[in-house]
């Protein structure tokens, strides 16, 4: 059974960069069905994505946050990771990794998620 | 950018009813639609793909439907485990992009 697990620090500083990191288990991450992707959560809010990959490494990016968003894939440890700079109160969100169905252009399998706090 | 508008954003209900959830794209996405349903604290749940098709497991008094720009999330029989708030969430097949509607809270009335 395929399972996600974020993981990274829960607290991150004004003007530095969040580093996650998506564990996949249960599956390779090298399947052409799948793209794999980071959603976000602010407390109370509703659901923002962020970007996705695919497993030889083509991204894609939310344009509103494209200018502080890198993410990436090792295949050889079936990880890929998100990593956002200049991070703002506003980032302080639960964040998400999933795995996105290209057929049914849904999240199947999604991680429990990871709060994020940006706070000095 | 495609632009997901879903209605209402809050919706008061009781056990038994009929409820209906819209979800508006600002342009066509065919079918390309997933209703989700989230629970405080856990991660959204698949109940619907490709606008109307019932993703395993998922109870049959779920269904979806719609095409183009209108879709809409349908409970038969609200249950008690219904109570959730459900998003909508468009993909665009030519660059995998999603875009999410605003959520709609279903409370007990």
């Known amino acids: 059974q395929l399972q996600l697990q974020e993981s990274g620090p829960g607290l991150v500083k004004p003007s530095e960069t969040l580093s996650l990191i998506c564990t996949v288990s249960?599956?390779?991450?090298?399947?052409?069905?799948?793209?794999w992707g980071w959603i976000r959560q602010p407390p109370g809010k509703g659901l923002e994505w962020i970007g996705s990959?695919?497993?030889?490494?083509?991204?894609y990016y939310n344009p509103s946050l494209k200018s502080r968003v890198t993410i990436s894939v090792d295949t050889s440890k079936n990880q890929f990771s998100l990593k956002l700079s200049s991070v703002t109160a506003a980032d302080t969100a639960v964040y998400y990794c999933?795995?996105?169905?290209?057929?049914?252009?849904?999240?199947?399998?999604w991680g429990q998620g990871t709060l994020v706090t940006v706070s000095s | 950018d495609i632009q997901m508008t879903q209605s209402p954003s809050t919706l008061s209900a009781s056990v038994g009813d009929r409820v209906t959830i819209t979800c508006r794209a600002s342009?066509?996405?065919?079918?390309?639609l997933a209703w989700y349903q989230q629970k405080p604290g856990k991660a959204p749940k698949l109940l619907i793909y490709?606008?109307?098709n019932l993703e395993s497991g998922v109870p049959s008094r779920f269904s979806g439907s719609g095409s183009g720009t209108e879709f809409t999330l349908t409970i038969s029989s609200l249950q008690p485990d219904d109570f959730a708030t459900y998003y909508c969430?468009?993909?665009?097949?030519?660059?995998?992009?999603?875009?999410f509607g605003q959520g709609t809270k279903v409370e007990i009335k």
């Open positions: 990959i695919y497993y030889i490494g083509s991204t």
């Open positions: 490709k606008a109307s």
């Open positions: 969430q468009q993909y665009n097949s030519f660059s995998p992009a999603w875009t």
């Open positions: 342009q066509s996405i065919s079918s390309w």
């Open positions: 249960g599956g390779s991450i090298s399947s052409s069905s799948y793209y």
């Open positions: 999933a795995r996105l169905e290209i057929a049914a252009g849904g999240g199947r399998v």
